[in-house]
Nanobody
Framework: QVQLIESGGGLVQAGDSLRLSCAAT????????AGWFRQAPGKEREAVAK????????LYAEFAKGRFSISRNNARNVIYLQMNSLTAEDTGLYSC???????????WGLGTQVNVSS
């Protein structure tokens, strides 16, 4: 059974940092691209960052460039999202996902809530 379980969210102040983690089980993790997505209240879900199978190639949304960093540990089956210089606009439900290609995610976690107070 495929499971993706996010953790690391919380309430922080503007300017703070958070590190999100996503633990994957039930499939061969190293064979899947991975990504982080977020959904703010009243808005559609949007991609934040994606990483290829090896972790060597990364893709970031414009708002994430220079502030966020995605990484993965294939030995531990974990995806990370380091978020720095957070603003209130970063508030939302952050979910991880995996897929055979980073353009087509197949499995999703339930998400971890990030709230940034200004």
């Amino acid at each position: 059974q495929v499971q993706l379980i996010e953790s690391g969210g919380g309430l922080v102040q503007a300017g703070d940092s958070l590190r999100l983690s996503c633990a994957a089980t039930g499939f061969i993790f190293k064979n899947y691209a991975a990504g982080w997505f977020r959904q703010a209240p009243g808005k559609e879900r949007e991609a934040v960052a994606k990483v290829d199978l090896s972790g060597n190639s990364r893709l970031y949304a414009e708002f994430a460039k220079g502030r966020f960093s995605i990484s993965r540990n294939n030995a531990r089956n974990v995806i990370y999202l380091q978020m720095n210089s957070l603003t209130a606009e970063d508030t939302g439900l952050y979910s991880c996902a995996v897929g055979r290609h980073w353009g087509a995610m197949q499995y999703w976690g339930l998400g971890t809530q990030v709230n940034v107070s200004s």
